[in-house]
């Protein structure tokens, strides 16, 4: 299993406008690509939150070609999208990681 890892740090001032988007728009979207076949949301915890608040979506692929489709051709839509939203209010990186056990 692949796990597309994204960590995104949300200005204070948005946050629950950028969770509510989350949750009502975008996991939808993405799961809708039918390339992830499951995803958790977590709130970083023991974090200094003056300067965001930091959540993690980690979205699972059965294989690393559906996350390669998801790159080549979702993943500038979807930024694009976000970007457009939110603007400089929020920082996210990706990573990718496989599965061991």
């Known amino acids: ?11 204070p001032g948005i946050a ?4 509510h988007w989350l949750k009502e728009e975008h996991l939808g979207e993405m799961m809708r690509t039918g390339l992830f076949s499951d995803y958790r949301l977590c709130r970083l915890m023991e974090q200094d ?8 979506i ?12 998801y790159v080549h051709e979702h993943a ?3 930024r694009k999208k976000t970007q457009e939203k939110f603007g400089n ?3 996210a990186f990706r990573t990718v990681m496989e599965v061991i056990n």
Do not use: L
């Open 16 to 19: 629950d406008k950028w969770m």
């Open 58 to 69: 980690q979205y699972h692929c059965d294989s690393i070609e559906h996350y390669q489709t």
């Open 76 to 78: 500038p839509h979807m």
């Open 49 to 56: 939150e003056s300067e965001g608040v930091t959540f993690v």
């Open 89 to 91: 209010h929020f920082a």
């Open 1 to 11: 299993m692949i796990i597309y890892n994204v960590t995104a740090k949300v200005d």
